[in-house]
């Protein structure tokens, strides 16, 4: 804990449903040292709770939440972090579509209670915006502060993304780093991974990882971000 707050440090990833080279996965979290990983794309079918659970393994880290229930919405957490109650949440399955879904983890970290949540919204725009209200209602029903990492699938000009963006802080314009792409690694031209917090955090510093093992460990680069929660 310092004065201004309790440290957080929070990672959120787009792992491509573990596609590519699992050992630079594990090596791009294990650099980053997060307290969280905020996934996107993990395990959510057969064995998932094995699965799960070795993905945490190599990250050096437990579960808190999700899996089949979020539709691979995972949260992790370092030993730093206790999740004291877990919740998970389906959005309305349009035919034919890829069912999506989210997952929350009340946590308490040096004293600090928080709402940590991830979500991966469609790849359809005409869906993409009733899940982000779905994903919002949730947010926004929470008394603690909200710490929410989502691939939103589209920019920061977009309907669904402008409506997770409401009343909170999207972490990128905050350290001025909007100009960091994520997505895709291979070609970089798209910022549709983001990091939204509530306006009593404050952000000490955003990255976009984009290094060799970042290239090789998924076709996103993960967001890096270092928090204070407030203690007050």
């Not at 573990?18 to 050992?23: G, K, L, M, S, T």
């Not at 730093?80 to 579509?97: F, H, K, N």
């Not at 955090?201 to 970042?214: R, S």
Request: with cysteine; proline share 7%.
């Amino acid at each position: 804990m310092t004065d201004a707050g309790v440290p957080l440090r929070v990672l959120s990833y787009n792992i491509h449903s573990q596609r590519d080279d699992a050992a630079a996965l594990a090596e791009v979290v294990r650099t980053a040292a997060p307290d969280v990983v905020i996934v996107q794309e993990g395990p959510r079918r057969f064995r998932w709770r094995q699965k799960c659970a070795a993905l945490a393994e190599s990250f050096g880290m437990v579960v808190a939440a999700g899996g089949l229930p979020s539709l691979g919405n995972v949260l992790l957490t370092s030993l730093r972090v206790r999740a004291v109650d877990t919740s998970c949440q389906r959005y309305p399955l349009t035919p034919g579509r890829h069912m999506r879904g989210a997952a929350y983890a009340q946590c308490r970290v040096g004293g600090v209670d928080v709402l940590l949540a991830g979500s991966h919204l469609s790849t359809d725009p005409a869906e993409r915006p009733a899940q982000a209200a779905a994903f919002k209602r949730e947010l926004a029903a929470s008394t603690l502060p909200v710490v929410a990492g989502a691939d939103v699938n589209e920019g920061p000009d977009g309907p669904a993304w402008q409506t997770l963006a409401e009343g909170l802080t999207d972490t990128a314009l905050a350290a001025d780093r909007a100009d960091r792409l994520t997505y895709s690694c291979a070609d970089p031209r798209r910022r549709i991974d983001a990091l939204f917090v509530d306006p009593r955090i404050t952000v000490v510093d955003y990255d976009v990882v984009d290094t060799p093992a970042a290239r090789r460990a998924s076709d996103h680069f993960p967001v890096l971000v270092d928090l204070l929660l407030p203690t007050a």
